[in-house]
T-cell receptor
Framework: ETGVTQSPTHLIKTRGQQVTLRCSSQ?????VSWYQQALGQGPQFIFQ???????GRGNFPPRFSGLQFPNYSSELNVNALELDDSALYLC??????????????FGPGTRLTVL | AQRVTQPEKLLSVFKGAPVELKCNYS??????LFWYVQYSRQRLQLLLR??SRESIKGFTADLNKGETSFHLKKPFAQEEDSAMYYC???????????????FGQGTILTVHP
């Protein structure tokens, strides 16, 4: 069983640029969630994708967008980068099932620095 | 709005001492509560969730709906328990916050020898 992987590990961008982060979900999982973790804070929910559709969004502006592919891998895109976007971006995959919330399995994260 | 509060950023205990990491939440409805742990240089991983009522690595947590708390406890701390601990909640199936985890700010637990 392959765990959640994310690429790249680290990324440095300048203000105003665009960035794409990638996530491969754990084998057998059909749902991907993205979180932003600023230094010293807990992760904050950005959005979730289930069967290639956005399935819930946190309090993030539209310049944060995503995609999920038929193989359930996912991308997070951020346009017009701002200094405050500097953070660790976490991807978590899960298998959507019954009434109970699914256990989410996290990747190692991508550290984004915006200069 | 849903919120999770972990009042202690840092908690230090000696090996063999009891440990309690506090977590309070705010949610209108029936939430699902979780504890996640992040050991040094490892990824965030689930420690336990209230619906399974399991004891993992000697840790337990009881959901107290009256006090809206989900404190994590272990009677005898071990050095390998040193890590960052996050309390999190999610809505149950059918609700708008289903599958969306809201995390607290985390508590760094250090267990001294």
């Amino acid at each position: 069983e392959t765990g959640v992987t994310q690429s790249p590990t680290h990324l440095i961008k300048t203000r105003g640029q665009q960035v794409t982060l990638r996530c491969s979900s754990q084998s057998g999982h059909n749902t991907v969630s993205w979180y932003q973790q600023a230094l010293g804070q807990g992760p904050q929910f950005i959005f979730q994708y289930y069967r290639e559709e956005e399935n819930g969004r946190g309090n993030f502006p539209p310049r944060f967008s995503g995609l999920q592919f038929p193989n359930y891998s996912s991308e997070l895109n951020v346009n017009a980068l701002e200094l405050d976007d500097s953070a660790l971006y976490l991807c978590a995959s899960s298998l959507r099932g019954g009434v109970s919330a699914d256990t989410q399995y996290f990747g190692p994260g991508t550290r984004l620095t915006v200069l | 709005a849903q919120r999770v509060t972990q009042p202690e950023k840092l908690l230090s205990v000696f090996k063999g001492a009891p440990v309690e990491l506090k977590c309070n939440y705010s949610y209108s409805g029936s939430p699902e509560l979780f504890w996640y742990v992040q050991y040094s240089r490892q990824r965030l991983q689930l420690l336990l969730r209230h619906i399974s009522r399991e004891s993992i690595k000697g840790f337990t947590a009881d959901l107290n709906k009256g006090e809206t708390s989900f404190h994590l406890k272990k009677p005898f701390a071990q050095e390998e328990d040193s890590a960052m601990y996050y309390c999190a909640l999610s809505g149950q199936g059918g609700g708008t916050s289903y599958g969306k985890l809201t995390f607290g700010q985390g508590t760094i637990l250090t267990v001294h020898p």
